[in-house]
């Protein structure tokens, strides 16, 4: 079975693997304080065919707004509350808005938050019966080999012990989730990119529980090995394995949306080539500016299937 199989299913609906969700008169999802009883998840989120996903609060509310603002001349029955409406405010965890046919919430820094996001998003839209889903992940990330602004798109997620699946633990067992996104939903995105003007790559992306020696930084609170132990390694990873570049979540994102059968993507701004450093040394504006741009790729994808472009 390719990776393309294993993310498809016919209408693009996520499938959940989870016979106890039978018995279970309301669902709480804790985190988002949100329930499928006293909510019209149907009504509310049948429509969506976008999740965008995010590490930050402040990053996602910023998309939010420019999505909102690149709609809402072009579609006039947009809510124009629509970009300050937190839908996930009652959970006090995490922020959510829906911009017609787009969901867009943060997840946090690595794999803990991230996981309890996609079991409560992945079911929230299983409920409303959400079809045609494309689950985005839209991230910073350290470039191997990529310089600062590059936009990084992952083929598979690796763990940190370079293994290309994610190892999900339950009850004292390891499970092994593909990671490998979907090739289809990559060429798309990567032409967007293309059309944008802006650099990309596309290869393979570790992810780790760490920022400093997970991902072979020196310049941690502890290293415990050389400078040239590190460069070897990031060779090695580039050459060896084409990874262009570390972040924190990829793997996870991608194995769960390859478990519920929805596509995925990883699309990640690198802040700096890690073959020359460590630290994130640029200023405010330019690391945002890179964001920015990639912001505008993901607004064009998203929003081209809704303007017919
Ligand atoms: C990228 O940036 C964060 C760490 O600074 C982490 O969430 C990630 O994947
Ligand atoms: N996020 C990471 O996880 N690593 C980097 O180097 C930059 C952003």
Redesign the pocket.
Same mark, same amino acid.
């Given at each position: 079975m390719n990776n393309y199989e294993i993310a498809m299913n016919s209408e693009g609906s996520v499938q959940l693997q989870n016979e106890n969700l039978k018995n279970i008169d309301v669902d709480f999802l804790y985190h988002f304080g949100i329930d499928n009883k006293t909510t019209d998840l149907e009504k509310t989120f049948g429509d969506v065919n976008f999740v965008v996903m995010g590490?930050s609060e402040g990053r996602m509310e910023n998309f939010a707004k420019a999505l909102y603002n690149h709609l809402k001349d072009k579609l006039p029955n947009l809510d124009p509350k629509c970009a300050e409406t937190d839908l996930a405010k009652k959970g006090g965890r995490y922020v959510m808005f829906k911009i017609a046919n787009t969901l867009i919430l943060n997840h946090g *820094?690595?794999f803990g938050s991230l996981s309890i996001a996609l079991h409560e998003i992945l079911k929230l839209l299983h409920y409303a019966k959400a079809k045609n889903l494309t689950f985005i992940r839209m991230?910073?990330?350290g470039g191997v080999g990529q310089e600062a602004g590059t936009i990084c798109i992952t083929k598979t997620g690796y763990t940190q012990l370079i293994e290309p699946y994610f190892p999900y633990a339950a009850c004292g067992k390891v499970i092994k989730l593909p990671s490998t996104a979907c090739d289809q939903t990559i060429k798309i995105f990567s032409e967007h990119v293309e059309r944008a003007g802006l650099t990309f790559a596309i290869g393979n992306t570790v992810s780790t529980d760490d920022?400093y020696e997970g991902q072979g930084r020196t310049d941690g609170a502890f290293c415990h090995y050389t400078s040239e132990q590190k460069l070897d390694w990031l060779r090695e990873l580039s050459t060896v394995h084409n990874v262009i570049n570390f972040? *924190?979540?990829a793997c996870l994102f991608i194995a769960s949306c390859n478990r519920a059968k929805v596509k995925s993507l990883c699309a990640c701004a690198a802040m700096l080539n890690r073959l020359n450093g460590d630290q994130i040394t640029s200023t405010k504006e330019v690391l945002g500016g890179y964001v920015d741009k990639l912001m505008s790729v993901v607004i064009e994808f998203v929003s081209s299937p809704l303007l017919e472009i």
């Open positions: 590490g *820094m690595g991230g910073t990330c920022f972040e *924190m979540e």
